[in-house]
């Protein structure tokens, strides 16, 4: 079992920066897919970043490519999401997940991951 927690949420202004953190208490995130997700009120969940555990390989979804950046620190067991230039409509709950299964490959679906932190508020002010 794992237990993902995140860190790093908080209100900022438009243009303004965010690092949000992911730790892992268990077992190792070199080696698995990493996902961040975020849902916004009365939306569904959406792909916001991910890091294959297969390669060095990263992807981004189309709304913050450009702007945000995942990364790994596999020594500390916890990945990033570096987040700049942020607008109004980043505005959400913004998950960890972890895919323990799929050979370390990356996927875009929510469904494919079995691990998830319980999300930290990112409120972006216009």
């Known amino acids: 079992q794992v237990t993902l927690v995140e860190s790093g949420g908080g209100l900022v202004q438009t243009g303004g920066s965010l690092r949000l953190s992911c730790s892992a208490s268990?077992?190792?995130?070199?080696?698995?897919?990493m996902g961040w997700f975020r849902q916004a009120p009365g939306k569904d969940r959406e792909f916001v970043a991910g890091y294959s555990g297969s390669s060095e390989s990263t992807y981004y979804g189309d709304s913050v490519t450009g702007r945000f950046t995942i990364s790994r620190d596999n020594a500390k067991n916890t990945i990033y999401l570096q987040m700049n230039s942020l607008k109004p409509e980043d505005t959400a709950v913004y998950y960890c997940?972890?895919?323990?299964?799929?050979?370390?490959?990356?996927?875009?679906?929510?469904?494919?991951?079995?691990?998830w932190g319980m999300g930290t508020q990112v409120t972006v002010s216009s």
């Open positions: 997940a972890a895919r323990s299964s799929g050979f370390g490959f990356l996927s875009v679906r929510q469904g494919a991951y079995d691990y």
């Open positions: 268990e077992g190792t995130i070199s080696d698995v897919a």
